[in-house]
Each structure stands twice: as structure tokens, then as C-alpha cells.
């Protein structure tokens, strides 16, 4: 839910990153623990919908960089002097939600997740290109290329001066990628 003009904006934990690879630590016991590094910055929130004039509740998040001349024009009337982002992605509110004081322009950071919370990330895996029959188990073509979420990951180590979420297991595509995480 909106407020309206106090600032404050009750939404879910999530946040838009950039899978930088796998890595490993080691926990408080000495075991050596999988991780993905997620770069998580910046998240600017561009726009915020509400029941009254939307019909629902949402924010809408810019992520990544990209070159003014690249941006189209309703795109940068959107942006507003917020800067010029190479992903917009929206976030429905239909659950409970959590209060965080927010607006438009302010900063999403990793510091909304600590350490073990349980988070699904989704992204898109790794396309493979033509594949055959044996390979594609009875339809040949392409294969790869697919929105993937994997749930119950935890969050094992948040590094904030670097805006760096080290996430327990694999998450879905290549490096570079960009993943939704939510919490």
C-alpha cells in the first residue's frame, strides 16, 4: 500500500542484481559453502502504482546502465533525471507486505535481506542453441533460453560497502545475467 505523500511505501523485499559467479566461504564450522555473488546495485524505484489510479499495487524498479542516445523517449520521461537504466522491471505487491520508507528516486540495497533469509531467484538460463532428438529427450530444437526460478536458496554472507549478496547454491543463467531476487 501507497501512503500517499508521507514517504512511506509498504512493499516486499526485492531486488534486482547482476550475476557476477560462483564462489565459495567457508561457514562457522570450517565447511566450504557454494555461493552465486549477486551484484544488487543500483536499484532506483521509478514508479509506484496504486489501486486508486492503477487498479493495483506495484513498483517499478530501474536497474544497470545504459547510454542516453539508447534510450527512448517515453523511457526517459519515466526516468526523470533519475538516470538511465538498461532494465525496468516491475514488482507486484499481493502479499504481506513490509514496511520500508520509500519514494520515487530512492535506493533499493542489498541491506533489505540479511543473512539467512530465504529468497527464490529467478532468471533466465543458459540457451544451448539447435539440439537434437536424444539430447532434447523426443523434440528436436532449441533449448535453453528460459525464465527459471529456484526457491528456498538462502542468503549467506550481504557485503554493503560493495552492494553484494553471496547467495547458498546455484541460480539460473550466465554471468553477467540479470536475476530477480525476492524475499
Given amino acids: 500500500m501507497y501512503t500517499g505523500g508521507s514517504g512511506f511505501l509498504f512493499i516486499m523485499k526485492f531486488v534486482l542484481g547482476e550475476k557476477i559467479g560462483m564462489s565459495q ?7 566450504v559453502v557454494p555461493v552465486t555473488l549477486v551484484r544488487t546495485t543500483p536499484n532506483v524505484v521509478l514508479q509506484i502504482k496504486t489501486k486508486e489510479k492503477d487498479k493495483y499495487e506495484a513498483v517499478q524498479v530501474g536497474f ?5 542516445k539508447n534510450i527512448k523517449k517515453p523511457q526517459q520521461g519515466l526516468f526523470k533525471n533519475l538516470g538511465n537504466f538498461r532494465y525496468v522491471r516491475e514488482f507486484r505487491l499481493n502479499r504481506d507486505p513490509i514496511p520500508v520508507e520509500t519514494g520515487i528516486g530512492s535506493l533499493l540495497r542489498a541491506d533489505l535481506f540479511k543473512e539467512g533469509d530465504k529468497v527464490k531467484v529467478s532468471g533466465v538460463s543458459k540457451g544451448k542453441g539447435f539440439q537434437g ?3 532434447r ?20 554472507k550481504v557485503d554493503l560497502e560493495n552492494n553484494m549478496l553471496a547467495i547458498k547454491g ?14
Fill in 170 to 183: 546455484a541460480i539460473p543463467g550466465r554471468r553477467g545475467t540479470l536475476v530477480e531476487i525476492r524475499g
Fill in 25 to 31: 566461504i567457508f561457514d562457522k564450522d570450517g565447511n
Fill in 64 to 68: 544497470g546502465e545504459r547510454k542516453a
Fill in 133 to 135: 532428438v536424444m539430447k
Fill in 137 to 156: 529427450h523426443g523434440l528436436a530444437g532449441r533449448m535453453g533460453s528460459d525464465r527459471v526460478t529456484v526457491r528456498n536458496l538462502k542468503i549467506a
